[in-house]
């Protein structure tokens, strides 16, 4: 069974940071674009860093470029999110997702079929 489970979310001071995990299971992660996503409320869907399959490449949404970190434990099947300097307007439920490798070869804007649930970070005082 193709699942991805997020965890690691949760309520977090301003200025905090978190670390997100993405626990595959029925895929391997080494082999697929890995993406980070977050959805706030009232909010579209929007991608934050994607790592490429057995991490050639890693790709990073402007606005959170220099907050935020992908990586991956291959031994765990797992990808992570590290997120830093944590603002309320971080608030939102973040998801993974995973899709086979593309001949666009921007993990960034790839067609993501596989998605974990969410997990939500919420930043406040």
């Known amino acids: 069974q193709l699942q991805l489970v997020e965890s690691g979310g949760g309520l977090v001071q301003p200025g905090g940071s978190l670390r997100l995990s993405c626990a595959a299971s029925g895929i391997d992660l080494d082999q697929h674009y890995v993406g980070w996503f977050r959805q706030a409320p009232g909010k579209k869907r929007e991608v934050l860093a994607c790592i490429s399959n057995n991490e050639r490449i890693k790709g990073y949404e402007d606005s959170v470029r220099n907050r935020v970190t992908i990586s991956s434990d291959s031994a765990r099947n797992t990808v992570y999110l590290q997120m830093f300097s944590l603002k309320p307007e971080d608030t939102a439920v973040f998801y993974c997702?995973?899709?086979?490798?593309?001949?666009?070869?921007?993990?960034?804007?790839?067609?993501?079929?596989?998605w974990g649930q969410g997990t939500q970070v919420t930043v406040s005082s």
């Open positions: 997702a995973a899709v086979l490798p593309t001949p666009v070869g921007n993990c960034l804007i790839a067609d993501y079929s596989i």
